[in-house]
């Protein structure tokens, strides 16, 4: 379309270059962009390969035998209205027993085991410039943080913001005093909370290095681990050309299979994933309010953080990782 002062628009400006450079400089990579772009799933190789990098099942999957797990589990864990399965596990959990179970959860620890946090401190910005400012952090200071930033960061992410009146179940004298159930600052499927926050704690003032466990209904962390003065980062992710030996803190997503599994069936995992996203939200929007810089870490070291922090693999998964840390 002819512009109004005559100039041609951007995309049809014309750079000249000699023919010489054209063959060296452009064509190859046109072909290669061009090539990626296509997004042909047609390889005739893919089943013949060594390694089955993502690329090569991708190319794959509409002629080899090699599918990505995470496609099985998307054409399989929501089906029709006909299964009564989902229907009948999520009617179960409108018995008052399991209601009454589920109010006892804040009884599993015993606060005299706990390291108590400090109350949150203020967050006054207002939510619109903390949302537009956000950006993933790598560049981390080494300075310690306070205890209370840490606390902070953990309230909004996970701490216990709200009591839901327990109506229509009969008092016993038992549970007299759990008449309540205790709801968080992140949604969460069924109010059943999967997803526990575990925290390595490399720069924190006041709190002993070590790996913790984020207890919501007592706002406190449970140390599950000691770490030593020379232990070394790079054991829990990859983390590329970030400095993340000056990184504060290390946050580890663990997801329990069981505890939304056993309502929500396949689709548990599913609410899982979701759930940490919005607590993850929730963390970096903290860190942002609070001027300290954060970033998501897709290559952790699934195995090695689980059994440092004492996880099965199993019924227990570290799902998703995120390092903190002083600009
Ligand atoms: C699940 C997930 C995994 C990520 N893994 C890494 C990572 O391993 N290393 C890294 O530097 N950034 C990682 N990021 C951050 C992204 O690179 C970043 O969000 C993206 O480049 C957009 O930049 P912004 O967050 O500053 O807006 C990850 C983000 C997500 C959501």
Redo the contacts with the bound molecule.
């Keep these: 379309m002819e512009r109004k002062d005559g100039r041609k628009p951007e995309a049809a400006r014309k750079t000249r270059m000699t023919y010489e450079q054209l063959l060296e400089g452009e064509i190859g990579v046109v072909a290669d962009v061009v090539g990626f772009a296509n997004s042909q799933m047609t390889s005739i190789y893919a089943d013949t390969t060594v390694v089955k990098s993502p690329e090569v099942v991708y190319r794959g999957v509409l002629s080899s035998r090699n599918r990505f797990i995470s496609e099985e589990y998307l054409l399989n864990f929501r089906r029709s209205r006909a299964d009564m399965s989902q229907i009948i596990g999520v009617n179960n959990y409108r018995l008052p027993s399991v209601v009454q179970s589920q109010a006892c959860r804040r009884h599993k620890e015993d606060p005299a085991k706990l390291v108590p946090l400090p109350k949150f401190g203020p967050m006054n910005e207002p939510i619109g410039p903390v949302i537009r400012s956000?950006?993933?952090?790598?560049d981390y200071s080494g300075r310690p943080i306070p205890l209370e930033q840490l606390a902070t960061i953990l309230y909004h992410a996970q701490g216990i913001t709200g009591k839901m009146e327990l109506r229509g179940i009969p008092k016993t004298v038992t549970f007299d005093d759990d008449d309540a159930l205790y709801v968080r600052a992140a949604p969460s499927g069924g109010g059943l909370y999967p997803i526990s926050l575990y925290v390595f704690a490399m720069g924190v003032k006041d709190l002993e290095r070590g790996a913790y466990r984020y207890v919501p209904e007592h706002h406190a962390l449970k140390r599950v681990a000691r770490l030593d003065a020379d232990f070394d980062v790079n054991r829990l992710?990859?983390?590329?050309?970030?400095n993340a030996q000056a990184a504060n803190a290390f946050v580890v997503f663990v997801y329990d299979l069981y505890a939304n599994s056993r309502k929500y069936g396949d689709s548990g995992m599913a609410y899982a994933f979701i759930e940490a996203?919005e607590i993850?939200g929730h963390v970096?929007l903290a860190c942002t309010a609070l001027g300290l810089g954060a970033?998501?870490?897709?290559?952790?070291s699934k195995s090695e953080i689980e059994a440092l922090l004492g996880l099965d693999g199993l019924s227990r998964h570290a799902i998703?990782?995120?390092i903190i840390g002083n600009r």
């Excluded at 992710?237 to 970030?242: K, P, V």
Aim: aromatic letters at 18%.
């Design positions: 956000r950006r993933s952090f790598r992710g990859q983390f590329g050309e970030m996203g993850s970096h970033c998501d870490i897709g290559g952790f998703h990782f995120l």
